[in-house]
């Protein structure tokens, strides 16, 4: 997948520019038929025209220094210096990974003045391939919670509606690339964070395997873990090539050329074998429209010659939700437990974050081993579906878009949910197997807001995830041919 030059005549005007794919617009850029001011002209104007609606972008950068970089970048080009791919990019950071000069606030003000001094690895990777950092994308408080909102910067608002939730945590990041304030976005995704958002905008998510991209330097397999957003798969996969990678000093990378992302991605799938998983045989409850709707774009694989039929999973769904939610708990227990400690501080935590902090102290060690060990199993139970299936696919939620006053949830098809997370569960199986996850758009149900699908595949073959994300894409043209209201088109 190298990035070609433009055939056709320039874009000059900003609308065309920012509607440029990733790849397009590098391309212009290392031809000189587009100069990073205009780049970056064109990409702030968008953003002053939207943001102040959405709020998809906080912390941002002043736009004469923006500018100034941008100049920096085209006098780089003209004597020959060329940083990469993303030589004059605007990019804004996920508000969870430090990005140097500006605050990690992490959607909490216990961090609101946090400037951090360094660059976190993906982010450093992403600076490297020339991208000029403006800001940071909006996330929930810790992270926590499919609702991009915080007493920080207050809410991120849902790119097709200004009024529903953005999804989480990577929220901010979606609603910019569907409001093309951004060409390509770093997120994180725990619970779905790469993926939830991504659906509720009609972008693309990617969560890949753990240790594909860097995330913690420890001995611990994370159940969080970085990855790349864009508009279109092509773009998705290019940005993982540049966060994808081993580092020494982070000992549960996984060896390999991340240039393997790089490499074209079309090939043939006849005969591919797909497995529909759906609700879980009625386990899930779905909002009404979200099963039918994405049942419809099963059928852009069988135009593909893929075949999909049924699945299921020999686990108990109701026991992997009890290891979620231990591992969760114990997760943000970990992480948490000095600010918990302080009265001062614990009173300015979210309800929800003190939730899982209390969960987490009540577990023994016993009863993070046990949990372990049920997550194998449940990953045995994935092997086994594989021996059937190339891949298996399900909803990326259980509802549209809600109403970003609400912080979650309280109910789906008449079921009460007991936690701000439950609403959620349908993204817990890929997150728990340790398999690479993309999320795909399924298209617009619910006055007119977007739903995606989640394609899962075996344990590290992440490219090939994104070839079958590619070739949906080609035929389904949910992302090619549909674009938010906002942008006037």
Same mark, same amino acid.
């Given at each position: 997948m190298a990035v070609t030059a433009c055939s056709a005549p320039p874009p000059r005007s900003g609308d065309e520019i920012v509607a440029l794919s990733a790849q397009q617009?590098?391309?212009?850029?290392?031809?000189?038929?587009?100069?990073?001011v205009e780049v970056m002209s064109s990409y702030l104007a968008q953003i002053d025209r939207l943001n102040g609606t959405f709020n998809a972008i906080v912390a941002r950068a002043d736009s004469e220094q923006l500018l100034a970089q941008a100049?920096?970048?085209?006098?780089?080009l003209a004597t020959g210096?060329?940083?990469?791919?993303?030589?004059?990019?605007?990019? #804004?950071?996920?508000?969870?990974?430090? =990005?140097? &000069?500006?605050?990690?606030?992490?959607?909490s003000p216990l961090y609101r003045d946090n400037l951090a001094s360094a660059d976190a690895l993906h982010i450093a990777r992403i600076r490297a391939a020339g991208a000029i950092f403006i800001g940071k994308t909006n996330t929930p408080e810790f992270g926590l919670g499919s609702q991009s909102y915080n007493s920080v910067f207050g809410a991120t608002l849902n790119a097709w509606d200004a009024f529903s939730t953005a999804g989480g945590s990577s929220g901010g990041a979606?609603?910019?690339? #569907?409001?093309?304030?951004?060409?390509? =976005?770093? &997120?994180?995704?725990?619970?779905?964070?790469l993926r939830n958002p991504a659906g509720f905008n009609n972008v693309i998510g990617f969560r890949p395997s753990p240790g594909r991209v860097p995330f913690a330097p420890m001995f611990l397999e994370q159940l969080p873990t970085n990855g790349p957003m864009a508009r279109n798969v092509s773009d998705t996969a290019q940005l993982m090539a540049t966060m994808a990678g081993p580092a020494a000093q982070f000992p549960n990378t996984v060896p390999g050329d991340s240039?393997?992302?790089s490499a074209p991605l079309a090939r043939d799938w006849q005969g591919t074998r797909l497995g529909w998983l759906g609700d879980f045989d009625g386990y899930l409850p779905m909002e009404e429209g979200v099963l039918s709707l994405c049942e419809r774009a099963l059928g852009h694989f069988q135009t593909l010659g893929a075949e999909v039929e049924p699945a299921t999973l020999n686990y108990s769904m109701a026991e992997l939700w009890q290891t979620w939610l231990t591992f969760r708990h114990w997760i943000v227990r970990s992480t948490q437990?000095?600010?918990?400690?302080d009265p001062a501080r614990r009173a300015l935590m979210k309800p929800e974050a003190i939730w899982e902090v209390e969960g987490g102290l009540a577990l023994t060690a016993q009863d993070v081993f046990n949990a372990s060990l049920a997550r194998a199993k449940f990953y045995a139970a994935v092997v086994k579906a594989f021996e059937r299936y190339d891949f298996l696919l399900l909803p990326t939620a259980q509802v549209f878009p809600f109403d970003a006053a609400v912080h979650w949830p309280k109910e789906i098809a008449g079921r009460s949910m007991d936690s701000y997370h439950r609403w959620m569960e349908v993204v817990v199986p890929g997150t728990l197997s340790g398999c690479p996850v993309l999320n795909v758009p399924a298209g617009f149900g619910r006055d007119g807001l977007p739903m995606g699908l989640q394609i899962i595949g075996p344990r590290f073959a992440d490219?090939?995830?994104?070839q079958l994300g590619y070739a949906y894409e080609q035929v389904a043209r949910y992302t090619i041919d549909r674009h938010s209201p906002a942008l006037g088109l």
């Open positions: 617009l590098s391309a212009a850029i290392k031809s000189k038929q587009l100069s990073c100049v920096q970048a085209d006098q780089e210096r060329y940083r990469g791919w993303m030589h004059g990019f605007p990019h #804004a950071v996920k508000d969870l990974a430090d =990005a140097r &000069g500006f605050v990690t606030s992490k959607g979606a609603a910019a690339l #569907a409001l093309r304030m951004v060409p390509v =976005a770093d &997120g994180s995704d725990m619970m779905g964070s240039a393997e992302f437990a000095a600010n918990y400690a490219f090939a995830t994104l």
